[in-house]
Structure formats: C-alpha cells, structure tokens
C-alpha cells in the first residue's frame, strides 16, 4: 500500500476542516443560552422552543415541502421523457433547439430564470403563490434530472427492450417492466437532486412566490439580513441533520445492494459454473 | 404517436416556461420605463398584428442599453463581477488542488469516503453555508476571537460586508465544484508516468509540474468554468457577506427589479450579463468535447 506524504496528509485534513467547521460551529452554537449568537453562555435547548412556537417558521416549512414534493415529482417526469428524447429518438426537427433547452438552465444564473419567469407569469396574468413556484422548479429541476438520467440510459443496453417488443410487449409495457427498473436507481437520484434544489432555492422562489406564499428559504434570508439569530441557527442545525442522517443512509443502503447483488453473482456464477 | 408525446410534452414544457419567457425579457428590455402596474410601456402590440410589429421595429431604439452603457455604475457592476469571479476562482483553485491531489493519493479504501465528505456540503442548504460564516467573520465572530486569543491581533478585524468575505463565501461554497473534476483528472492518472520520470533523474516537483499538472489539466480548466460561471451571476454571497461597496451584477438586477421598479433596466441587465457568460459556457462545452473525444 502506497504511503501519504505528510503534505497530502495536512492538505487534506485543513481542507476538511475548512469544509466541515463553520457547520460545526453553527450547530454547536445552537444550543447556546445566550441571544449572542457569538458569545457562549452555557447549554440550553431554549431556541428550539422558540422556533417551534413560530407559527410563521412552521408555516413556511410546510409550503416548502409541498413545493419541493410537487415539483421534483413532476420535473422527475418530464426530465426522465426529455432524457428517452436525448438518448433514444433519433434526429427531429428542432432537435438543436430542445438539447440547448436541457442545458441552458443549468449554467443560467438564478436572477435570470427568476426575472423570466416572473415576467411571463405577469404577462400571462397568472396569480403568483405556491403554483407559480412550483412551475419555476419544476422547470429548472427537470433539466438537472434529465442529465442524470441519460448518462445512466447511454450505458443501458437497448436489446433488452427490444427483445421484449419482439416478444410482442406493448413500447409502454416493454419501457415499465424492463426500462424504467433498470434505470431506477438514476430516476430516484434525480428526484432526490430535484427536491433538494427545491428546496434550497432562494432567489428564483422570491421572483416567483408573490406575497401570498414564502418558502423557508426566503424566511431565512430575510432573518439573516438583519444579521446573525440563534433561532436560525436551530433551525439550520435541524436542516444539517435531516440532510447527513438522509444522505449517509442512502450511500449505505446502496452500498449493502450493491455487496449483496456482488454475492448473489458469485453464488450464480458458483451454480453455474 | 408515442415518439410525438414523447417529445412534445417536454419540448412544449420547455418552450412555454423557458424560451418564452426569455423572449419576454428580451421584449421589455426595448420597453420604456412607465409609473403604471405592470410598470412599464409594452413597445411591441402582437394584437394588432403585422402593423404592431411594424411600428416596434421603426419605433425601435436601445435607450436601456445605452442607458447601461452611460451610467458607470452598470460598467463597475459588470467589471467587478468578472474580477471577483476570477480572483475567487483563482483562490478556489489554489485551495481545491491540494485537496484533490490529497484525495487521489489517499488509499483506495478511503476514497469513497472522502467522496462523500467532498459531496455531502452540497446537499446542504446553500443559504445555510453561507449563514454559518457570517458569524465566523462578523467583528465579534469567532474568527476575531481565535486571532485576538492567540495575540495576532490587538483588534478586531473588519471582515464581514467587505469584499473579502465575499471571497471567502465564494471559495468555500464552490469548493466541490473545483475539487470534485479535478480528482476525477487526477484518479485516471496512470502514477507508473510519474514513477519512470523519477528514474530518468526528475526531481518529485519538477514531475509535478512536468507530469502530474500538464494531465489533469482539463479538470483543472472545467473545475475553474464551474466555480467561474455561477460565481459572476452570484447574488446571495454579496448581499449577505458583501457590504454597500460590493458590487455585483445579481445584486444590482435584483435591487434595479425589487427596490427601483425599473423592470426594464433590470430586463436589460439581465441580457447583458447573459451575453457576458455566453463568453466562458462556449469555452466550458469546448473543453468538455474534448474531454469525451479524448475519451473514446
């Protein structure tokens, strides 16, 4: 086995310090005493109460996960339909145009999608409110989704499918039972990417919101830009933690399928060999 | 039938909620400025048909555009986006290299880990990251506390609402952004290269430089695009670490649009920043093209 340098040793350590210690520090200090949010002043659990009898906290957490719930639902649909047209469908006109539509959002920056669509919604006379951010990630999501999705259906093999159409399947069946499981994995990974993004998006959800709807992230920006607030800091804290138990659960489920298929190979290899 | 639902209800999507809207930025950036709701005079009439589009094109002047071009605050917004972006990507390079070089030296079992270290950040609110420093880099923040502890300082440094905190925010934010292609360049590195220029006489630093660098250079260049293109249109990290002499383009569309109405200022703004980017995503897919050519 190959030996680190102390250099690559200290850059990794200082580097992951560096990524990791403002989190640290940020939910060490939510359970500070003190309304000082810099200042420690003894343990206490007091701003978690306090965010919890927040009506308007709880109420915008709520419009959040029914944004994010509806949107990344639809932009997994509409993405996985545009990845099978990038991947699958030959050349049709405006093929150029629809592959442009699929990228551009993704390097587009976010008061440029917002401003848009805040535009359209007003030229169309649309109320804005929870629909109108919904259609807003959905939008963006999709295009995320979509490129998750094909980069696993470029290494699918098509005679699969074929093979079932062959066999005299309906396109829809053949896609349900052998397309969509094989790809399953990347579908639910968009997903998850979709309603994380969702979720975290603050400034194409105030161009879209109007006043009627405020996600929680546009409760927490305009909290913090009256400066630093120990009820954020719990509220972050709980966000950290659903966010790390979330992703290091997946990353080890995935990890004991992917064991356990390795020993269900063998043992067929075993059985046939 | 199946082929047409296929594509026509994304492409449709797309259309509608996309390019539509684009066009309508478009559109009322050649509108005049108007105290009405929506505040503005709509130029171009499509219901009156071609006699509409006739008179928005003899009617037709730039004046938002060359109203950019007059007022020098446009001109510093736009400057000073592009050498923040730059020098934060510079220090997000110097920063993210090691920490990718690390990670491709580090033993196989090991590196899934640090995979997921390097990812999980992402997955964490963007307004949270960025929230966290503010208390790190405020006067009385704990950055100030550890310095003057350690008797650096006698006192307290003014970091927060200046422009290196928005340096800072910048290069910690997109961090993963830099380090994650660069890894990936430097894990196909095949090390026997590095190991036969050390039996030729290569020095280890004159191998870095002539081997390890000239290879994983398309990483480094797409690592730079990723933390450059979004880095110029940021608006968060100014408005909260930035202070009032920050300036950056997202902060001034946004302010133009929310505080000053001016909604075709702002539609022009917009335009202008996105042919700006146009600039560095061509570069971006060029360097990637390349990449997966290299690869076949």
Redesign the interface.
């Known amino acids: ?2 030996r ?2 102390w ?3 200290t ?2 350590t200082i ?2 310090a ?3 210690l ?2 640290v ?2 939910v060490v ?1 939510s359970f500070n005493e003190s309304k ?4 420690w002043s003894g343990f206490s659990t007091k701003w978690y109460g306090e965010l919890f009898s927040n009506q308007s906290y709880l109420d915008a957490a709520w419009v959040t996960i029914k944004v994010a719930v509806a949107a990344s639902t639809v932009a997994t649909v ?2 996985t ?2 990845a ?2 990038l991947v699958r ?1 030959g050349r ?1 006109p ?1 093929r150029t ?2 592959s442009g ?2 990228y ?2 993704l ?6 999608t917002g ?3 805040l ?2 919604f ?2 169309m006379g649309v109320d804005r409110g929870i629909f109108t951010i919904v ?2 990630h ?2 963006f999501a ?1 295009c995320y989704v ?1 490129v998750v999705v094909s980069s696993r259906l470029v290494t699918f093999d098509q005679s699969l499918e074929e093979a079932a159409l062959d066999l005299g399947c309906s ?2 069946n053949a896609f349900r039972l052998i397309t969509l499981p094989i790809i399953a994995p990347a579908v639910i990974s968009g997903w998850l990417l979709a309603f ?1 993004l969702s ?2 998006d ?2 194409i959800a105030s ?1 879209t919101a109007g006043p009627s709807a405020t996600t929680l ?1 546009i409760k ?2 305009s909290a ?2 009256l ?2 607030s120990p009820e ?2 719990a509220l ?1 804290t709980i ?2 933690g659903i ?2 138990v ?3 659960g997946t ?1 080890l489920a995935t990890k004991r399928a992917a064991v356990r298929a390795q020993r269900d190979e063998q043992a067929a290899a075993r059985a046939t060999g | 039938m ?2 047409f639902t ?2 026509g ?3 449709l ?3 509608i ?6 066009l ?2 478009i559109k ?1 950036s050649l509108s005049d400025a108007a105290v009405s709701i ?1 505040p503005y005079t709509p130029k171009l009439d499509l219901s009156q048909g071609w006699a509409g589009i006739i008179a928005f094109f003899s009617a037709l002047d730039f004046e938002n555009y060359v109203f950019l071009s007059t007022d020098d605050l446009y001109w510093k917004a736009y400057l000073s986006s592009l050498q923040i972006a730059a020098i934060s990507t510079f220090f997000a390079l110097l ?1 993210g290299f ?2 990718a ?3 491709a ?3 196989d079992e090991w590196r899934p880990t ?1 995979m ?6 992402f ?7 960025v ?6 880099l ?1 006067t ?3 950055l100030n ?1 550890f310095l003057l502890w350690l008797g650096v300082i006698d006192a307290p440094l003014t970091i927060l609402n200046t422009q290196n905190a928005v340096y800072i925010g910048i290069v ?1 934010t997109y ?1 993963p952004f830099m380090i994650l292609p660069i890894y990936s360049a430097l894990e196909k590195l095949d090390t026997s290269l590095i190991e036969a220029a050390e039996d030729l006489g290569c020095s280890r630093t004159k191998a870095f430089w002539l081997i390890t660098v000239p290879l994983s250079r398309p990483g480094i260049i797409a690592g730079c695009f990723l933390v450059f ?2 880095a ?5 990290i100014p ?2 670490l930035g202070g009032s002499e920050t300036l950056m383009i ?1 902060k001034v ?2 302010e133009e ?1 929310f505080n000053n109405r001016d ?1 075709p200022v ?2 022009a703004v ?1 335009v202008v ?2 042919l700006i ?1 146009i600039i560095p ?1 061509v570069l ?1 897919q060029r360097n990637e093209q390349k990449q997966r050519e290299a690869g076949k």
Not at chain 1, 107 to 112: A, F, G, L, T
């Open positions: 086995m190959r680190m340098s250099f690559n040793v850059s990794l580097g992951f560096v990524l990791y403002p989190m520090i940020l200090y000082l949010v810099t200042v509409l993405g339909m545009a099978l047209v469908v049709f405006g145009l629809f539509m699929i551009a959002p390097v587009m920056p976010e008061v440029i401003l848009s669509l535009l359209l007003i030229s259609l807003a959905t939008t999709m979509s396109p829809f994380t979720l975290d603050l400034v161009f992230p927490i920006f913090v830009r400066g630093l954020i800091n972050s966000m950290i966010v790390a979330a992703v290091i990353s | 199946r082929k296929l594509i209800i994304p492409y999507w797309l259309l909620l996309f390019l539509v809207p684009f309508i930025v009322i929506p920063v090691p920490i070089y690390g990670m030296q580090a033993p640090l997921m270290l390097v990812i999980l950040p997955w964490t609110s963007f307004l949270i990251r929230y966290a420093w503010m208390g790190i405020s009385e923040g704990f506390q910690y961090l293109i979004p110029l249109g940021e608006f968060v408005s909260l997202g569309l946004w649009f909604w702002a539609s917009a920043l996105l980017l995503i971006f």
